[in-house]
Nanobody, 115 residues
């Protein structure tokens, strides 16, 4: 139905920046609301940010003011610009959406913030 592929993760120093992307492909008419989640070792997966099809964003308090979610509907891609990164941001980042009533997850991309 739909496949989601995250990219852009890597190793950065505290205070650095990364831009993640989530590309959607497959058979579907459209993707509406999309979300970013993250999961650190030993912790449950937590919600990071949401963007509606019209581009309205919301953020978790832990990333507000540092992360920016956006989307390019023509490319079926959403992004997460991460600035002022902290060690606590270290996690696997996942994108999620619902198509035809089913939840779809990407495979995740690793973000490591360390000196």
């Amino acid at each position: 139905q739909v496949q989601l592929v995250e990219s852009g993760g890597g190793l950065v120093q505290p205070g650095g920046s990364l831009r993640l992307a989530c590309a959607a492909s497959g058979t579907f008419f459209s993707i509406n609301t999309m979300r970013w989640y993250r999961q650190a070792p030993g912790k449950e997966r937590e919600w990071v940010a949401t963007i509606t099809t019209g581009g309205t964003p919301t953020y978790a308090d832990s990333v507000k003011g540092r992360f920016t979610i956006s989307r390019d509907n023509a490319k079926n891609t959403m992004y997460l610009q991460m600035n002022s990164l902290k060690p606590d941001d270290t996690a696997v980042y996942y994108c999620r959406t619902i198509v035809d009533g089913r939840i779809h997850w990407g495979q995740g991309t690793q973000v490591t913030v360390s000196s």
